[in-house]
């Protein structure tokens, strides 16, 4: 296996279109925020708005690692507190009859080091879904998907529950003629599975400290490994899979691992395509810290405020050691300020960062 590749800054080629590029995400955002807000009478996330549960938990960064993988947060080992939130795509929030990809954000609290620019507080965030991939190669191209999906954000569940069901169907008849379903997925074609039992990734690059890495939480303990392609059945209950999620969590002392993969050749790894995936043939995912979310109730009221309402969870929330890389992420800074500047604005909420200033 060839040794993993040094960071430099000259891993990232920055784009001239990037500000306009920005500037327009966050208009067409302000559609979707500005809907959803005079309908819900309350501001939520541009996208991800609904939740399915919100957990406390700790992260324990491994001792004894290899000096590649003992980088930036990783350097030190030691038990930091977590903050996670579980939620699905759409800016808007929609019947779980719809069945989409799941989101995982996680807060790890109390990290030392340099922060990335504009980063208020002491945590890291990690930002991730359950696919390997992103489904765009650029911001620009992500843009041409926004500006279809703004025009839906509406009331309209109906039909996204109708357009759902079928495109389920035709998911799993692709899927078995091998062909790639993934974009189809964000349409609301997803299999309706069990968020508990899935395997999350960031789908972009992010430097690890002198390395480049991408990350993934694996789920380990047995009670989760069981809950994998578990679907979730939807048929009379709109929130069933926070129902789901907190009928598990009662029992359920779940462990994850966080892996990480290091970018070993900038072909086969590439920082400016999140829609590569980097084969763990050519680089495998190795375990760097174990996440552990211990039984408890997922739905409890005052956190879910919290999390929702008080807080937002960005990849730019973090360690200079680990900041985000190509494109996609460069973006990703200004509108998820954008987004949750006019959260905080609509709601008169301020949003904290644990030991910011907020
Ligand atoms: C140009 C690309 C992207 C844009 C413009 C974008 C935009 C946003 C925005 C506006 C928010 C809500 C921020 C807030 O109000 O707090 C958000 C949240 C989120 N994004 Fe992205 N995003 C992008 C790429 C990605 C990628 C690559 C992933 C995959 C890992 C991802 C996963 C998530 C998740 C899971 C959340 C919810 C976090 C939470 O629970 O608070 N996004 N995104």
Redesign the pocket.
């Known amino acids: 296996m060839q040794p993993p590749l040094r960071y430099s800054p000259n891993v990232e080629v920055i784009e001239e279109n990037e500000k306009e590029v920005v500037d327009e ?1 966050c208009d067409t ?1 302000d559609t979707i925020l500005e809907t959803t807000a005079k309908d819900y009478g309350h501001a939520v ?4 708005a609904k ?1 399915h549960g919100v957990l406390e938990g700790q992260l324990t960064i491994d001792d004894n690692l290899p000096p590649e993988l003992a980088q930036g947060l990783f350097a030190k080992p030691g038990v930091h507190k977590v903050l996670a ?1 579980i ?1 699905t795509n759409p800016g808007d929030i929609l019947s779980d009859k719809i069945s989409l990809p799941r ?3 996680i807060k790890v609290h109390d990290v030392e080091g340099e922060r990335l620019p504009g980063a208020e507080g002491t945590a890291q965030d990690f ?3 359950n696919s390997p991939v ?1 489904m765009a190669t650029s ?1 620009k191209k ?1 843009l041409g998907n926004l500006k279809l999906l703004a025009q839906t954000t509406d009331r309209m569940e109906g039909a996204k529950v109708a357009l759902s069901t079928v495109l389920r169907g035709l998911n799993s008849a692709l899927g078995k003629v091998g062909i790639e379903t993934s974009a189809l997925d964000g349409l609301g074609g997803a299999r309706n599975v069990d968020p508990l039992g899935e395997t999350y ?4 690059p992010f430097r690890y400290g002198d390395y480049i890495a991408k990350f993934s939480l694996v789920p380990v303990s047995p009670e989760l490994i069981a809950l994998s392609g578990d679907e979730v059945d939807a048929s009379d209950d709109d929130d069933a899979i926070r129902t789901r999620v907190r009928k598990d969590m009662q029992t359920i002392d779940g462990t994850w691992e966080l892996r990480v993969q290091l970018c070993r050749d900038l072909d086969k790894q590439p920082v400016e395509d ?1 829609t590569v995936e980097w084969s763990e043939e050519d680089t495998p995912a190795q375990r760097v810290a174990v996440l552990t979310l211990p039984h408890q109730d997922s739905w409890e009221e005052d956190r879910v405020k919290q999390l929702n309402d008080e807080m ?3 990849v730019w929330t973090g360690l200079a050691a680990h900041q985000p890389l190509g494109n ?1 992420n460069r ?2 800074k200004p ?2 300020e ?3 500047g006019f ?1 905080q604005r609509f709601n008169g909420c301020p949003i904290h960062e644990p030991n910011g200033t907020a």
């Open positions: 995400l955002f996330r541009a996208v991800h939740a939130r939620s989101g995982l954000a930002v991730m879904v992103f911001a992500f990734y960031s789908t972009t999140p937002r969870f960005s996609v973006a990703r509108v998820y954008h987004s949750s959260r």
